[in-house]
């Protein structure tokens, strides 16, 4: 599932409003991540507009995914280096919830639509991509800016309003994706260990992929309303302030 929030933004939404400011990392550990956040930054914004150009091309958002498939395979798969950054402590975020968002992706990028090439045609692909896109845009904007100690109001304003649209649009995407897949996956028997083999193990891939939708029910509203909460702790003081004026 791809939440747009993930547990290092709580904890950086945590320090705009928290009186004492915590120590952030090193200045080679900050020099190293501005520079992360800044590629990866530019890498969707090339998805972005690579998604543009080739609309104004074909004047159809019909298969767009094969316009900017390379790119987002690099930059979604580059998006596990954030997972290692919360395991060497350089990011004080959770490594279980920022490697269940990030492999989450990984797993639909390319064990589902890499995979099931049936699929990348469907719409809901152009779907996931666009919530995605916008989504990573403002994050990794955010998190440069955040660690320059240069934040830009806008930029905060966008990275905890537009995940309201951009959140059920990609779970949409990615949900109707997978359902998609399935019958493809069931015909083919992709990535299925069957019985009798030597290590007496069996596994259904179609199977899995059902319960890989399922969790999306428990799991959705969660990560969803922590996001709301984290909206009023961060922007919520800010907009009491303008009513008062």
């Keep these: 599932m ?76 580059g998006a596990i280096l954030e997972i290692l950054h919360c395991a060497v402590g350089i990011v004080p975020s959770s490594v279980v919830l920022t490697g269940f968002q990030v492999m989450s992706r990984v797993f639909l990028t390319w064990a589902v639509t890499h995979s099931v090439r049936e699929v990348q045609s469907e719409d809901s692909v152009l779907l996931f991509v666009t919530a995605w896109t916008v989504t990573e845009i403002i994050r990794y904007s955010f998190y440069t800016f955040s660690l320059l100690n ?44 069957t019985l009798p083999n030597k290590y007496n193990f069996s596994f259904d891939y179609h199977t899995f992929l059902i319960l890989t939708m399922i969790s999306y029910i428990p799991l959705f509203p969660q990560l969803y309303f922590h996001m709301m909460r984290q909206r009023k702790k961060v922007l919520g003081h800010v907009e009491d302030y303008s009513k008062v004026e």
Excluded: C
């Design 150 to 193: 240069h934040l830009p109001y806008l930029i905060k304003w966008a990275r905890y309003t537009f995940f309201i649209v951009l959140y059920p649009m990609g779970v949409t995407g990615e949900l109707l994706t997978i359902y998609a897949a399935l019958p493809y996956v069931q015909k083919t028997g992709l990535y299925s260990v």
């Design 2 to 77: 791809s939440a747009p929030a993930s547990a290092g933004t709580s904890k950086a939404a945590h320090s705009d409003v928290a009186p004492k400011k915590k120590k952030g990392p090193g200045a080679l550990a900050t020099a190293y991540l501005v520079i992360y956040n800044v590629v990866m930054t530019a890498g969707w914004l090339v998805i972005a507009v690579g998604l543009v150009r080739a609309y104004l091309a074909r004047g159809s958002y019909h298969g767009l995914y094969y316009s900017i498939e390379k790119p987002l395979k690099f930059f979604q798969t």
